[in-house]
Every structure is written in structure tokens, then in C-alpha cells.
């Protein structure tokens, strides 16, 4: 079995960074799509910043120029980094990779258990 597991995050106080890290364990034949999702209290899960294999990124508008994700194939782990933080970037953070166990099988999501991010003002 798959399991993903994400690590950093912490208490920053506004204006400052944070960096996140993830990486599976498990059968693993290779990982596709890598993502970071956010949800903060009250409010619904929302995608943060997506990479795929290729390193082609996607960024929710919040973001855009503040976060950087990055991946490294050959640990398979996905980065980002969180610069210019702010009191609504609080959050609890998931990893979700996109993971085929054989070289046959199809791609499922794994997400990990989620890392909380405070930001205080």
C-alpha cells in the first residue's frame, strides 16, 4: 500500500516563509501529477499548486508569485515553498500524488494526512 506523508509547515507570523515537503512509500512505479491542496477552517479544499512529471506547474491565483512547487523525479518527493505568508494562507496542507504501482496498472491518488500552516498577523 501507498502512503504519502507531508512534512514542515508550522507558526509563522505574516511576511514570512514556510517550506513543505512530501514523499510516498510503498510499491511505487512511478508518480505522475503531484499536487498541494489547502483547507482552512469553515472553507472547502481548494488546489493550491499542481506539477506534473514533465515540471509544467499550475497556481491558484492566491499564490501566484508567492509559492513556488517544485519536484525532485527521482525521489519522487514534491516542495513548496511558501514565501510572503499571510493570516488567509492558514490552513491545514495535503499532498496528493498521482501513483501507478506496476508499469501496467492505471494511476490512483494517494493523499496524505495534511500538515497545518498558521500564519499569524
Known amino acids: 500500500q501507498v502512503q504519502v506523508v507531508e512534512s514542515g509547515g508550522g507558526l509563522v507570523q505574516a511576511g514570512g516563509s514556510l517550506s513543505l515537503s512530501c514523499a510516498p512509500s510503498?510499491?511505487?512505479?512511478?508518480?505522475?501529477?503531484m499536487e498541494w491542496y489547502r483547507q482552512a477552517p469553515g472553507k472547502q479544499r481548494e488546489l493550491v499548486a499542481g506539477i506534473r512529471r514533465d515540471l509544467g506547474t499550475n497556481y491558484a491565483d492566491s499564490v501566484k508569485g508567492r509559492f513556488i512547487i517544485s519536484r525532485d523525479n527521482a525521489r519522487n518527493t514534491v516542495y513548496m515553498q511558501m514565501n510572503k505568508l499571510k493570516p488567509e494562507d492558514t490552513a491545514v496542507y495535503y499532498c496528493?500524488?498521482?501513483?501507478?504501482?506496476?508499469?501496467?496498472?492505471?494511476?490512483?491518488?494517494?493523499w496524505g494526512q495534511g500538515t497545518q500552516v498558521t500564519v499569524s498577523s
Open positions: 510503498g510499491k511505487i512505479f512511478t508518480v505522475n501529477t
Open positions: 496528493v500524488m498521482e501513483v501507478a504501482t506496476t508499469s501496467k496498472s492505471p494511476w490512483y491518488a494517494f
